[in-house]
């Protein structure tokens, strides 16, 4: 890699985080988080209900939140692993079939999960509504948001 680059591997209970630059590795954080862990400390019900997905929203603030002086900044990022691999799929499913997300896209889907929280039929929906899909979604999301990225590219396999 030759760009200035964030990769962030959703892993099963523990996520990994580094800034890339010039093919060096300048910053590599774990952070007690992944998409199992979540899924185990949060949501209770599929799909989750709203103050499930708030306490993950807490939950994932205090992972993420730490790691914004060295990694906030970085203009893209890459998403590997468990998390990527999820997302991929979902989209997938309901006829998404892009790999690079905004994070206003992110947002909108984000949106869509929470939508069926509060009540909207899940048969309307095109997407997975099981607590790894929603707890993959929020940890990028809250990812992205905190931490100033405006772009993600999903790299379900790594290159």
Request: charged share 20%; net charge negative.
């Amino acid at each position: 890699m030759t760009a200035d680059v964030t990769v962030l591997e959703m892993r099963g209970d523990t996520s990994l985080v580094q800034r890339e630059a010039a093919a060096q590795t300048l910053f590599r954080r774990e952070f007690p988080l992944g998409v199992d862990s979540l899924e185990r400390q949060s949501p209770r019900h599929e799909p989750p209900r709203p103050i499930e997905l708030e306490h993950a929203i807490e939950l994932t603030e205090e992972a993420v939140m730490p790691l914004a002086a060295q990694f906030a900044g970085s203009p893209g990022l890459i998403l590997q692993g468990v998390g990527a691999a999820l997302i991929a799929h979902g989209l997938e499913t309901s006829g998404i079939a892009q790999t690079a997300l905004t994070l206003d896209e992110v947002e909108a889907l984000f949106n869509r999960l929470v939508s069926v929280s509060q009540g909207r039929p899940a048969s309307q929906e095109t997407l997975p509504m099981d607590g790894r899909f929603f707890a993959a979604v929020l940890m990028l999301r809250e990812f992205m948001h905190h931490l100033h990225f405006a772009q993600v590219i999903l790299q379900p396999v790594k290159e």
